[in-house]
């Protein structure tokens, strides 16, 4: 049987596991099992397993589930398989089911039919004092918080969950997934380097693609083509004026000549994600004035913000110190400096913690004049290190000689 998924050692898998249940038992004041629910077929065709889900099991299974319960007799964690129906192997294909195969690669406690989810769910809240955990969230919702939704709707509705408390341990797992280990960071670096290497095939065909859908289809070709990954998320191609919308959705429009060219993507290695934006003149140039003013103000804040990072600062910190040359020349302050990025491209995260070192953030200033027809944005990848930071994505060119020469194809 083909094992998908697991792209880190079982071992931390374990240990996110273990990890888990103090912080569930501190945000919640006391133990609770938690409940993580994967996606179901049709969204893993079109997306990608839900993170949280992918963080504590590795598993790419559709429609599987994961029980964490402390006060268990016999297991601790019990992930929940479905096996499909054996009539719809021919079209669909033949699933992991439950059995020891699964439970030893996936290095899990248990290992159980997915039709026994809710009693033994059921089970668990009974001997928590009728009360488990799952994970959600308001802003940028998933799957993971539909699923919680729909869970404590049916806790209101009568029925077999009527009465079930739900309490929202998110809060505190994410401090887990805040510092990424070594065999995460790798995992970084090569989602980076197939972006690297598709903004690089890209940039230099720009005269040849003419529309922001055949510069998003050819950045998409090259970011799958390794492993037919995911996207990080659709890519931002935004012409001239296009690119003073933050989130400029429809990529649909021809590339105007000698206008910039804002283009924000990435790709993934074993769910993480790169996050990178350029913006660079179409025709190659930086040879309009107020074009290239404004370009180099926003290359200075993104170097003074990759400059004076530490760890022990605070977000805060950090993002009103590179933003103060943007906010004295005049210009307005749109968005934040920074975000998390992780097996989310926005992971969550606790940010009145400090940085600290292991910890991923993107380092991304902006500037969006729609008046004048263009908008900038310099985004980077760093990896907070003990003195500072390394910026990841240091290869793919921002300095102005740089994207020229890129951009001329030398």
């Known amino acids: 049987m083909l094992i998908r998924g697991l792209p880190l050692p079982v071992a931390t898998y374990r240990r996110r596991r273990t990890a888990a249940l103090p912080?569930?038992?501190?945000?919640?004041?006391?133990?609770?099992?938690?409940?993580?629910?994967?996606?179901?077929e049709h969204h893993l065709r079109r997306e990608r397993q839900d993170p949280w889900f992918d963080y504590f099991t590795g598993c790419a299974e559709p429609d599987a589930a994961l029980l964490i319960d402390p006060f268990d007799p016999e297991a601790r964690d019990t992930l929940f398989l479905d096996p499909g129906d054996p009539s719809r192997i021919v079209w669909d294909g033949k699933r992991l089911g439950p059995g020891s195969e699964a439970r030893r690669?996936?290095?899990i406690d248990r290992v159980l039919h997915r039709e026994e989810l809710e009693a033994r769910v059921l089970a668990a809240a009974e001997r928590a004092g009728g009360r488990i955990a799952m994970c959600w969230r308001t802003r940028e919702p998933g799957w993971q918080s539909q699923q919680a939704r729909a869970w404590k709707a049916r806790t209101e509705a009568g029925g077999d969950l009527s009465g079930l408390g739900i309490g929202n341990a998110e809060p505190s797992l994410v401090r887990l997934r805040m510092i990424k280990d070594a065999d995460e960071v790798a995992l970084h670096r090569q989602a980076i380097a197939i972006t690297e290497h598709g903004l690089k095939s890209v940039l230099p065909q720009l005269a040849a693609l003419k529309t922001e859908n055949a510069v998003a289809s050819a950045l998409t070709f090259h970011y799958r083509t390794p492993a037919y990954g995911p996207l990080a998320f659709p890519p931002i191609v935004g012409s001239g004026v296009n690119g003073a919308t933050l989130h400029y959705p429809f990529n649909d429009q021809p590339l105007a000549p000698k206008a910039p060219l804002l283009i924000d993507s990435g790709a993934t290695a074993g769910g993480y994600c790169a996050d990178v934006t350029r913006t660079i003149p179409v025709h190659g140039k930086f040879d309009d004035p107020r074009f290239r003013e404004v370009?180099?103000?926003?290359?200075?804040?993104?170097?003074?913000?990759?400059?004076?990072?530490?760890?022990g600062m605070t977000h805060g910190e950090w993002t009103k110190l590179a933003w103060e040359p943007i906010i004295k020349a005049g210009f307005t302050r749109h968005h934040g400096l920074s975000h998390h990025i992780g097996l989310d491209v926005h992971d969550p995260a606790d940010y009145d913690l400090p940085l600290a070192p292991g910890m991923i953030l993107s380092n991304e200033p902006g500037i969006y004049l729609p008046e004048e027809g263009f908008g900038i944005r310099i985004e980077d990848d760093l990896l907070i290190t003990a003195t500072g930071c390394e910026e990841l994505t240091a290869a793919i060119p921002k300095d102005i000689p740089g994207l020229e020469v890129l951009l001329a194809g030398r």
């Open 105 to 107: 690669a996936h290095g």
């Open 23 to 40: 912080l569930v038992e501190r945000s919640l004041f006391g133990s609770v099992p938690l409940l993580l629910l994967g996606c179901d």
């Open 295 to 311: 370009y180099e103000l926003v290359l200075h804040a993104n170097h003074l913000a990759r400059d004076l990072v530490r760890p």
